[in-house]
């Protein structure tokens, strides 16, 4: 099968998510980079985009050079992956789609909810596809979870819990360690600190798995290191499309935990556990019988889990892969083939929407605030 | 030593809390069984009483022939346990303290806030101890963990995170079970469901390893079987003397979950982790540190941990031994030795407010209440 | 129902033993402890004895003068449990044995083979009951893994593997610490260290949730700290009746192992695993299926699991309650009632035989021997 | 950094081991693929290679016509991997070695100890590296216990336990199943078959951890199926340089178990646990102290194990990446820069000869033999 090209805003030396980014669109030989502009500096992105092996027409000095190059070519990347810094993805995707390419966005998609809505609309005019990098939703067990819940093996929904807390921001001495300040710093990190952050994975993982939309929410926020502004640990409460009940934890002070990631589904016929520390195994259990192991690569699954994952069961496969995976569905979109769930920018939007809503609801005492995009309210 | 006198009222033929009890008070030899009012049944308590040992002038047809018998008498009981239906646990306690009887009360020790402060107020006119059975408390390492707290291993308490959920209530179609049944009838269970019920003993248990008392909260309840009129879902944030941030969610249709009771205490230079399926290990990490696993028995822990612990490292210790753990605290305070930190009735006092404002809070869309009793409140 | 006379040589004040089978003997009513001979220095055994309640005419100065006090009443003890120190064991429980006493011992039961075989012996002629305390074989999920096996639901069995290691010893500093160094001096503890301290354990559990009997060994002993006489770890592979293999790994130096006793039984149809530190689960995993976690206390199971649980699903029970269901188990069997699968004196002798075939094979380059005691060779 | 270039022999459509190796060489972008024959079938081969972007003209139709082509080139392959049915490793990695190429020979590297002895020394006399894919030796924390070991962390090393037992060929109505039979018959699997298949890797393990080399073994092996002509369970025990003790538990018959890979080391101060399912932890205990749970990534590792590591600590990384280490290291060796512990023609060749020792102990009761090859008997 014909690689496809791969072009590539962000990423550059030295950034932790480029790599990953590289590994999870090569990994299975689907894309080639052929296009990058990689860095704030001109001069350093081109150099290294040539070190990766791309051309040197094809190394830009900026995201605009790229998107004006890349439309001129017929051999134009199919897909833009963006990684730049969190308050430019919505101009650079923006942008790409308008101009025809498919993109990656990079999480979060947008600093607001009216620059979610006018992505979304941009995007269903483009016809192209605009994905957003929810990677853990691409987990082979995560993907399993959902068809086991969309075909009714444990009833309706009646709860979600979902938990995101880790305490590798725990220690006040290294609050001002610029690696860690910036995320509770509204300047920087826009109106929400942990919930932002990492929460909002949870979240997307229980409308991922669930299938149904945050509707309403509650929130109480913490800044539990008190020279933060923004909140190192918060508790959002919601209710979801079909009357599901959800519970949401998210801490960045839980001492002791490291990357403490999990969620369980409760339906009127069983229940499921699943954590990203150990991402091959899924915890069923049926109403009145015993808890199940499932394993990554046991016989048996559906499609879209056994789809995506590489090795024999048993054999740990971990988060590269996960973000492999986002491309391995996108280069099926790309390619016309059936794909599975991916996170799009009405998922997107949705999340930044329930940022803003939980930051009002904490903000005022815990009032129920609707978490809907207003695009959705009706 | 010789060994204490005990009296049972309620705990009869055929009930599941009795024979923990006996086996609490009598594993370590420290209280023989001497009077007993054990059965509604007036014929059937007396023959009962009489098997398991107890002379025929002491196997009392009620608790109040049992009140007048042992009153008037020199070798009256030492301790009187009262392990009766909930809603008579109050009268029979008040009236065994008015008459100078220590007493162990099974919770919830009340069914409303102002019987709580009754019974503190008559325990402090009596002189005598009133402890209630918040048992998870005597286990040796969550004694281990309060006292790491109050010694200032893992700094100042910043968040406090406790979960009692299991999933043995998740068959709707056992929903009319009546074993299941009434505690979710308003009518019988009072105000709350499983709040009441399993969330309550994560609540003190948040308050005991800290030390801190839960000052205010917000509730957010769902009935997720709609049948139910009580909660059987809960989330419960709260704030603690203090400033320590409290969550707490409580289920009884977690399905796969068995008996999903544990605590994380996070601090400014630690996390503490304890889980009551696994009882005899606590999780501490110190911050910036790897996770440490401590074994109850291992060399060095507080003599609060160490005394209550039977047999040598890595040979588990389980839930009976923890209730006889209670006995052996209340041997000790009897015998006007040093005990640990039993359970009192300001605690059963505190729980009963707790629960009265997280049911006046959910009503109320989870606004924030205050949640001590009046009489602590100035 | 009546309680049981119990008494106790051996056990008194400072023994670590001698609590575990007060509490054991005492927990659930069965037995009031009505004779001792408890100390080796008799007025301090006397006085020991009536502290606990025992009358002063049956606190004896030792068990000689216990044996003719008993002997001579008409409400003599109905059950002698000997814990005195090993050497001793034999002598005591074949004169109780003899005189026509129930006994239980402590293992081992006997020094030698010869001693063992005489104890059967002396045993069957007696009609009485001559228990040894393998306790670990009395935990609730120990004896459903038994009554799965018995009942096929993993079919034949093919192999079983048993492990009983820890690293309490594995300080070689620590090694001239008298209470560490007497298990490796050949004078004080026999032919056999680690393996007949606490691999013959892991061995009589494979026999008895097999319920076939070891014929042939071959071992491998290592004395990693060099000081040492005797093995502190080794290695036993044997062939059971039936042709089961079997392999056994036991280890006083695995340092970071607290109390590593586990045992897997893998058959024609599933395999079972079942863990000392957790001992309130078992994994069962049918062919070609998933691992299920089987939880005491869950519904369907077998009586001999069921009828040894005291406190509800996932309330965990632990080593003291092992050690009280062997007495559970002599109480029924005193009073003519149904019991379950005690572990017996020809297991005791079993055990004796195995642990010279294993010097004798470790002594030989491993070669294979046969591991039957004498009299059940033919 | 300039790509290097990379061929492969075998591998091909469908093949289970191709795939992975095709990500591991590409996922960090040090190789591309430029050379291959892959298939037996030259037409399949040659267009399932071009497909994956080979070029027309290096798309080879069988190895010897791969070996001419590219030792004709300039721009020749800068390693090759092997990647055939095993008996013909020896073959096709000796011819590679000897025309000047890198080879990465999957295991076993030969049939034969013959062979692998000719393999080192045309390895040597070439002056290329011969690597052989024992790919759990990459893992991170492997290199990490290697290197703390290296370093004296735990002291002299006493004890290693290494397991490698699953279940998947647990199933006699599968047993004919060819893509299982083969592995125990001997004219294809040759003369081991669990052994040889799994407990090789978990041999290779001790040597790669405690740095010490197995010296003589008794092995106990069974075919637990009786249908198997070799064995399907082993247990090995041995003595490595410098007395270590060793214990080896191998088996395919171990229903429930799914990849049950793991190795513990016990030293005079400290010990250490790894197991593949979960293998971005280390559990550490130093003697006298508590376990701690290490995680990949965590500050402080050593550069062997913080190299390999590709995302922040907690998000996992499996199997597939371990693979990728393997040819993260060869890279490095190419390059001329500093590379990491690689299994290189020695490992594979004391493999082969650990085997043979293993069948022929086996085979004479567990007789105790020389484990080393002859070459290494000096």
Request: hydrophobic content about 40%.
């Amino acid at each position: 099968m014909k690689k496809l090209n791969w072009g590539m805003v962000g990423g550059g030396e030295g950034s932790q998510i480029g790599p990953a980014h590289r590994l999870g669109a090569q990994a299975d030989g689907n894309f080639v980079l052929a296009a990058g502009a990689l860095d704030i500096d001109a001069e350093k992105g081109k150099a290294y985009a040539q070190s990766l092996g791309v051309a040197s027409d094809r190394a830009y000095a900026n995201w605009q050079e790229m998107l004006d190059g890349e439309s001129a070519r017929e051999d134009r990347v199919d897909l833009v992956t963006v990684a730049t810094p969190n308050s430019t993805h919505f101009e650079i995707t923006k942008a790409f789609l308008e101009a025809g390419f498919n993109v990656l966005c990079e999480k979060p998609m947008t600093m607001t909810v009216e620059e979610g809505e006018e992505l979304v609309r941009v995007t269903e005019k483009s016809g192209k596809v605009c994905a957003v990098n929810y990677c853990y939703s691409a987990y082979p067990m995560v993907r399993e979870m959902r068809q086991m819940v969309a075909s009714g093996q444990i009833g309706k929904i009646r709860l979600v819990v979902a938990n995101f807390s880790h305490g590798h921001h725990g220690d006040a001495t290294d609050a001002d360690n610029p690696r860690v300040r910036w995320r509770y710093d509204p300047v920087m990190a826009g109106v929400s600190g942990q919930f932002a952050d990492c929460g909002i994975h949870a979240m997307h993982m229980a409308s991922f798995v669930t299938g149904d939309e945050v509707e309403s929410l509650s929130a109480d926020f913490a800044s539990t290191i008190p020279s933060r502004e923004l909140e190192d640990d918060a508790m959002v409460n919601f209710r979801m499309s079909g009357g599901t009940v959800g519970r949401l934890w998210t801490s960045s002070v839980a001492i002791g935990r490291q990357h403490g990631f999990d969620i369980q589904v409760f339906g009127e016929t069983g229940g499921l556990r699943w954590a990203s520390e150990q991402p091959n195994q899924v915890y069923f259990t049926p109403v009145g019988g015993r808890m199940q192991i499932m394993e990554k690569g046991e016989s048996g699954l559906s499609d879209e889990a056994s789809r995506l994952s590489r090795v024999a069961i048993a054999h740990p496969e971990g988060f590269p892969l996960a973000v492999a995976n986002i491309y391995v569905d996108l280069a099926a979109v790309i390619r016309g083939q059936t794909a599975g769930a991916l996170p799009l920018a009405q998922d997107g939007l949705r999340s930044m929407a329930a940022v803003y809503a939980a930051v009002a609801s904490a903000n005022n005492a815990g009032e129920w605030v609707d978490a809907r995009p207003p695009m959705f309210q009706t």
